[in-house]
């Protein structure tokens, strides 16, 4: 319990701060390049290293490219959707989360399982 | 294309927000670590790359570019979801920074320094980032110069 409270303060410390350094620039899509910020792998690396082994966050790492590919196809689908359709944006980018999290599964199946 | 730094903009995200975005990432922080605990690091290490703040993100973008329409007296619906539709853009771009992370750290981490291959990573985010943000802006630069002169002609 005390391990994930650990997790979510620092996830949460790094995230914002990944977060707010995205506010501070514009263009908009220039500040979009800190939405996919590695904040979280910053975060979950860090901690894993100094609890875990060296082999553990490398098998993370390793899988993150699976996750990596999954977020190239969820942004450009959720910037298409917002472009052309008149869709609300937090309906329109978390509906589109469960499609990140099957092409994530699917390229970690095909390629690096 | 110039890059901007508005530090004002610091002070229009509102306290929620910040907690908000605090939480996204915590829990999702939080899962990763109980996923990988519970299903092993392969799977939980999906996580690592998952969207964590960008639908949060996302919305308030939305909401500030709304704000600031209205406030000078127009229907700013269309504008902020289009400055949305832009931010996904770039993280799409962030993304494959995000697998050059990914990459660079699977490659180094059992050789070298944990602490040195989490900044080289991190480096190479920001400017693979950096470089193909560039690129992309000076691409859609040359292809208005060039319908201009077309249409000059």
């Known amino acids: 319990m005390k391990e994930i409270l650990i997790r979510f303060l620092v996830g949460g410390a790094v995230v914002s701060l990944f977060a707010a350094l995205g506010d501070l620039f514009r263009p908009k899509s220039f500040a979009g390049l800190f939405g996919a910020a590695p904040a979280v792998a910053l975060a979950t690396l860090s901690l894993t290293i100094a609890d875990k082994t060296t082999s553990y966050a490398t098998t993370e790492s390793h899988s993150m490219i699976a996750g990596a590919l999954a977020f190239f196809i969820y942004a450009s689908c959720v910037s298409w959707v917002l472009m052309h359709h008149k869709l609300n944006v937090f309906l329109a980018a978390t509906a589109a989360v469960p499609v990140w999290f099957r092409v994530a599964l699917g390229f970690w199946r095909i390629w690096l399982n | ?153």
């Not at chain 2, 229009?12 to 939080?30: C, L, P």
């Not at chain 2, 700013?76 to 494959?96: E, L």
């Not at chain 2, 693979?128 to 201009?148: E, G, I, P, V, Y």
Request: proline share 3%; net charge positive.
């Open chain 2, 1 to 153: 294309m110039r890059i901007d730094v508005d530090l004002a903009a610091l002070g229009r995200t509102k306290w929620h927000e910040y907690a908000i975005r605090f939480v996204f990432g915590g829990s999702v922080t939080a899962l990763a670590g109980i996923i990988a605990a519970k299903y092993g690091p392969a799977l939980g290490g999906l996580f690592l790359a998952c969207p964590a703040i960008f639908p949060a993100s996302a919305t308030l973008i939305d909401k500030h570019e709304r704000q600031r329409k209205e406030k000078l007296g127009l229907n700013g619906t269309n504008r902020g979801r289009q400055a949305a539709s832009a931010d996904a853009a770039g993280s799409a771009i962030g993304s494959v920074g995000l697998f050059i992370f990914a990459l660079v750290t699977w490659k180094l981490l059992p050789q070298h320094n944990v602490w040195m291959v989490l900044t080289l990573s991190t480096l190479f985010w920001l400017l693979t980032c950096a470089s193909l943000w560039h690129l992309r802006k000076r691409d859609q630069m040359l292809k208005n110069r060039f319908f201009k002169v077309i249409n000059f002609k």
